[in-house]
């Protein structure tokens, strides 16, 4: 479990400056300069992401069960990860799907992690995505902060198109059944669907 929390420090840790502090970010890359900065912010996401999946690898060997989730909660995991990957696709392209989400990446982290939290009940999934989602709602609150204090840089609007929809929504979708049925079992040795 030492790994896994290690992990979950790094990880969110370091997704978690402009949390904590509005200007860090820039602080940091004034100092470091901007390579630096992604550098450092790349290599210690890397190790964060690496410690959690090999934590939480091990700590899937002895579970700790806290709760032992109603099956048909599992029905609901299923149906919050229905727009999951469409959200990610959204992330990365402009258009209605975006602009009604606001901040598609979050939301996806937000319906993932709640979805495995309905579905999951040992220590290692409550902190991994109990993690992950008190971290997803930190950074929103985050961002509407520092929206509304005028302190949040946003890349020029990039026009929006159905297109960019109908690609996320086709291909999130399509990930979405890879994972279900195949992708998930294959990389993760649990089938979402049972059996």
Known sequence: MTWLIIG??????V????????????ALAGRMGEGGYKGAYAL??????????????LARQA????YTPPTGLRHLALLLMLPVFVLLFAAYLPGRIQRVAKHPMLLAVKCWALAHLL????????????????????????VK???????LRSPPALPGSM???????????????????????WLFGVRPMGG
């Open 8 to 13: 979950l420090v790094l990880f969110l840790g």
């Open 15 to 26: 997704h978690s400056v402009s949390i904590v502090s509005p200007q860090g970010r820039d």
């Open 44 to 57: 210690v996401s890397f190790v964060g992401l690496a410690l959690i999946v090999w934590g939480y690898g």
């Open 63 to 66: 579970p700790v069960l806290l």
């Open 119 to 142: 579905a999951n009940g040992t220590l290692a999934d409550v902190l991994l995505f109990g993690g992950f989602l008190a971290w997803a709602v930190a950074d929103r609150i985050s």
């Open 145 to 151: 902060r520092r929206a509304a204090a005028g302190l």
């Open 163 to 185: 297109a960019n929809d109908a690609i996320a929504l086709v291909g999130g979708l399509v990930v979405y059944l890879l994972f279900v049925f195949w992708a998930h079992a």
